[in-house]
């Protein structure tokens, strides 16, 4: 980390040499390793690294930026003459500005590395892939596991200014994942499962691999049903799946620009009162102490027992609006607002009770296709799942598609489950009168 912080003032320092009024200077650096299996054997094998420099700096009034692998004083001018000219070239009026006043900022302090993580061999790493295909394996009607592998990754951030802020963050993590192909009287299904996380004795490959083949065989025989409104139990992950493709309307710099139906309607009712929505950069294994401008991150809602509160802001949007930044800058050179870990609180009913308390309906376990709009709300997604008879889950269903509105979506949850699925930071909702097209 010396030589970083050593490469970053240097960068600093010429860049007021040359007539930059400020500046900033980020350096990523990450390293990973990817093992995937195919039929008992080492399929693919991959170890990578990585590091980035991203420069900002404003240059005669304009914020100017660039980027480049390579860190070496040799690198530094060439880096500043391509910010000068990005920023010559720059038509915008509201300008992006460095951060200055970060003393006083309340920065988490975040352990997010775990030495005994990165102590995990490979041949450990490679064993526990060759478990999970071996159970998957082990049922008699799956055929195939098509994809099977486990991965591990660290990366560090320094960011730096010429106002005097100095920020690192460390970080790491792993994962394991597997799919299985099922046949079945012609029928093909597939599916999957998969874990990720900083302990590595919470890993278990064989359940992992049971999971994935009672996700894929359980759906062997699904049938459509009849077209009709039906109530439905969106599963933890596919709810995921689907508040993924929305997160965009809490985002200020949609707003701003009229992209997202939420503009100044902070303060309305917009969902189900047992509907709680937040942003959390502080979540366990999770954590985020800083954003891509280096202010402080904190957890807030979004959405509290049904109210918006509040926009997703970096310092420009926020001052746009008269507010001040939530902590949710992202990227580098060019930066947005991004969720850093958006997380629906859980209610107090587990999968079953809700299937109870929904009677007949059907439970959805996988959304998917390009139907969905997060400007108007409006979505027509491919789902499967199981039709649900007096509290049990039944027949599977397969060739359905389940359409409507996602801000009228939100105001008809029932339910919201107590089964939040780390690794998707969500639990399964109950949501009624939702139209189905089926047969």
Known sequence: ??????????????????????????????????????????????????????????????????????????????????????????????????FRDFVGENYLEVDGFRPALAEVSTETRIAAALQMEKTVLGSAEVVASDWCGTSYGEGSTLLMNTYGLKLTHRSNGAGGHVSARAVRGGQTKTGGEGWNGKDWSDFDPVKIGEKAVYETVSLLGAKQVASGTYNIVLRNDAFASMLGRYSSVFLADRAQKGLSLLAGREGETIAAECFTLMDSPHYKDKEVPF??????????????????????????????????????????????????????????????????????????????????????????????????????????????????????????IAAVGSDLREDCLSPSVLVKGVSVAGS
């Open 291 to 412: 954003d891509s401008e280096g202010v402080a991150t904190y957890d807030k809602a979004i959405v509290e027992k049904g109210v918006f509160k509040t926009f997703l802001h970096n310092r420009k949007t926020a001052a746009k609006d008269g507010v001040k930044s939530t902590g949710n800058a992202g990227g580098r050179g060019s930066i947005g607002v991004t969720p850093m870990n958006m997380n629906v609180m859980p209610g107090t009913q587990s999968l079953d009770q809700m299937l109870s308390q929904m009677g007949d309906g059907l439970l959805i376990t996988d959304v998917e296709g390009a139907g969905s709009n997060p400007i108007s709300g409006d979505f027509s997604l491919i789902a499967e799942g199981f039709v649900v008879t007096g509290g049990k889950r039944g027949q599977p269903v397969e060739q359905i598609t389940i359409a409507g509105n996602f801000f009228e979506f939100l105001k008809n």
């Open 1 to 98: 980390m010396d030589k970083l912080i050593n490469f970053g003032s240097q960068l600093l320092e010429r860049a007021l040499q040359r007539g930059f009024a400020d500046a900033e200077v980020a350096i990523d650096s990450g390293e990973s390793q990817s093992i995937q299996i195919l039929k008992g054997e080492i399929d693919k094998y991959q170890n990578s690294q990585s590091r980035r420099v991203s420069f900002r700096g404003t240059y005669q009034g304009k914020m100017g930026q660039a980027g480049s692998e390579w860190i070496d004083e040799a690198a530094i001018d060439i880096i500043l003459d391509e910010a000068m000219g990005n920023a010559a070239v720059i038509e915008e009026e509201e300008q992006h500005t460095l």
